[in-house]
């Protein structure tokens, strides 16, 4: 699997767009983007995933750069409830590596 | 409610000793993965398994070991246990063809004192 980077943390105000970046410049042709959430100790929760068209879905937008070296995933209207670590992966048919994500504050 | 079932929720044991986790998976997903999350390790792929058959092995000890039964459930068995394996253990599954969409259940939190 390709190695990806994220910032540590993030801030969002409430009700706004949480945008949160991930870098994959390594990423091969076969190789997909997942995001998962985890809220707290619960377990991992599924985002969203793409392989390089833009993709929407109930819970975010998932938007990745033409040459597939970086993606965006888009929480539209941030809600307190959305307070989680949020992971990027870059993955071919293999099981998924979690690595440290970014913790996401949204403030009130 | 992910449908993925885990118990029990906590456990509690003293070093030395095996404890026996188990894990139901969503409703006709065949495969069944196992994961260790340690507040110094982040999550840690140990094992997949997919209808019976072991598919892929990751960080997982010698200690440890998993098996996944007929009816799809699967236990995943802790020996000798230390100190460090205190951690939350999570189970997952994913539907055939789906194996990176994966559905996790709440985790069994596992203390060794």
């Known amino acids: 699997d390709a190695k990806t980077t994220q910032p540590t943390s993030m801030d969002c105000a409430e009700g706004r767009a949480a945008n949160l970046p991930c870098n994959h410049s390594?990423?091969?042709?076969?190789?997909?983007v997942y995001w998962y959430r985890q809220i707290h100790s619960q377990g991992p929760q599924y985002i969203i995933h793409?392989?390089?068209n833009n993709e929407t879905n109930e819970m975010a937008s998932l938007i990745i750069t033409e040459d597939r070296k970086s993606s965006t995933l888009i929480l539209p209207h941030a809600t307190l409830r959305d307070t989680a670590v949020y992971y990027c992966?870059?993955?071919?048919?293999?099981?998924?590596?979690f690595g440290k994500g970014t913790r996401l504050s949204v403030i009130a | 409610d992910s449908g993925v079932t885990q118990t029990p929720k906590h456990l509690i044991t003293a070093t030395g000793q095996r404890v026996t986790l188990r894990c139901s998976p969503r409703?006709?997903?065949?495969?069944v993965y196992w994961y260790q999350q340690s507040l110094d390790q982040g999550l840690q792929f140990l094992i997949q398994?997919?209808?019976?058959?072991?598919?892929a092995k990751g960080n997982i000890l010698e200690r440890f070991s998993a098996q996944q039964f007929p009816d799809l459930h699967s236990e995943l068995n802790l020996s000798s246990l230390e100190l460090g394996d205190s951690a939350l253990y999570f189970c997952?599954?994913?539907?055939?063809?789906?194996?990176?969409?994966?559905?996790f259940g709440s985790g069994t939190q596992l203390s060794v004192l």
């Open positions: 992966i870059a993955s071919g048919n293999t099981p998924l590596v």
């Open positions: 793409g392989l390089k």
């Open positions: 390594t990423i091969s042709g076969n190789e997909y």
């Open positions: 398994y997919y209808n019976g058959e072991e598919r």
């Open positions: 409703s006709g997903d065949l495969s």
């Open positions: 997952a599954s994913s539907a055939q063809g789906e194996n990176e969409k994966l559905f």
